[in-house]
């Protein structure tokens, strides 16, 4: 909480953009950090839905109609290196994790009001009103806890790559190439997940060895191939 304010403090003096990346990670993961050590023998849901939307957030700040500057490309950086790493953690731990649920009463209800809403207003402050595409993907991390929460496995992994593909779409309708790579990226992260928990063990050791060496290759050009082609369309055929 110190270092966090210590970094807003700073940057409301010198309005610089380290400043404002420190208060950037420091504030969120403070308020993640209260809530894990207030509830650690809960499954975290809240935490992992409100960091992957604050990453959301981070990774869209910067649009064609909006003149970048060095604060937004800060975020987006940010953006860019979080939500790959807490998608995982908010699709693949929960699955595994044996920890009880979180309880239903009024403060976990708030506690999920707010793990939603302060993201959206990051959001909302970043991208006035073109934030609503951020509400979409509210509605896809909600979506995903709920599926994470059940247990259902195959449709967390399809859920995820539809947002794989949501994500592409974004990048495609912003001019955004970064979010056309972390979506291919995402996908292939999803197809890898869903071979090595239901797909790896149903194969003998050969047949699941040669079967990961095609998807390396066969899958890894074919997505690249895919990749290069959208970036292309994006920029209009420009290399």
């Given at each position: 909480m110190l270092w966090a304010a210590g970094a807003a403090?700073?940057?409301?003096?010198?309005?610089?953009?380290?400043q404002l990346s420190l208060t950037a990670v420091l504030a969120p993961w403070w308020l993640a950090s209260e809530y894990l050590v207030r509830h650690e023998r809960e499954v975290p849901y809240a935490v992992f839905s409100f960091l992957l939307l604050v990453a959301?957030?981070?990774?869209?700040?910067?649009?064609?109609?909006?003149?970048?500057?060095?604060?937004?490309?800060?975020?987006?950086?940010?953006?860019?290196?979080?939500?790959?790493?807490l998608g995982i953690l908010a699709a693949a731990v929960p699955l595994s994790d044996h920890r009880r649920p979180p309880p239903a009463d009024w403060s976990t209800a708030m506690i999920w009001v707010l793990a939603f809403l302060l993201p959206l207003g990051v959001a909302l402050l970043l991208r006035g009103s073109k934030a609503w595409m951020n509400v979409l993907a509210a509605l896809w991390v909600a979506v995903l806890a709920l599926a994470t929460h059940a247990h259902w496995t195959l449709a967390v992994h399809a859920w995820c790559a539809l947002g794989a593909?949501?994500?592409?779409?974004?990048?495609?309708?912003?001019?955004?190439?970064?979010?056309?790579?972390?979506?291919?990226?995402?996908?292939?992260?999803?197809?890898?997940?869903?071979?090595?928990?239901?797909?790896?063990?149903?194969?003998g050791?050969?047949?699941?060895?040669?079967?990961?060496?095609?998807?390396?290759?066969?899958g890894g050009w074919?997505?690249?191939?895919?990749?290069?082609?959208?970036?292309a369309q994006m920029r209009g055929g420009r290399p």
């Amino acid at each position: 909480m110190l270092w966090a304010a210590g970094a807003a403090l700073g940057y409301l003096l010198l309005r610089g953009w380290p400043q404002l990346s420190l208060t950037a990670v420091l504030a969120p993961w403070w308020l993640a950090s209260e809530y894990l050590v207030r509830h650690e023998r809960e499954v975290p849901y809240a935490v992992f839905s409100f960091l992957l939307l604050v990453a959301f957030s981070y990774l869209t700040a910067l649009w064609p109609e909006r003149a970048p500057s060095d604060e937004r490309r800060a975020l987006c950086v940010l953006g860019a290196v979080a939500v790959l790493p807490l998608g995982i953690l908010a699709a693949a731990v929960p699955l595994s994790d044996h920890r009880r649920p979180p309880p239903a009463d009024w403060s976990t209800a708030m506690i999920w009001v707010l793990a939603f809403l302060l993201p959206l207003g990051v959001a909302l402050l970043l991208r006035g009103s073109k934030a609503w595409m951020n509400v979409l993907a509210a509605l896809w991390v909600a979506v995903l806890a709920l599926a994470t929460h059940a247990h259902w496995t195959l449709a967390v992994h399809a859920w995820c790559a539809l947002g794989a593909a949501g994500l592409i779409a974004w990048g495609m309708r912003e001019l955004r190439s970064e979010r056309i790579n972390l979506g291919v990226a995402a996908f292939a992260i999803t197809v890898l997940f869903f071979y090595f928990s239901s797909v790896m063990d149903k194969l003998g050791r050969s047949a699941s060895l040669i079967g990961l060496g095609i998807l390396f290759l066969a899958g890894g050009w074919g997505l690249e191939q895919g990749r290069r082609r959208l970036v292309a369309q994006m920029r209009g055929g420009r290399p």
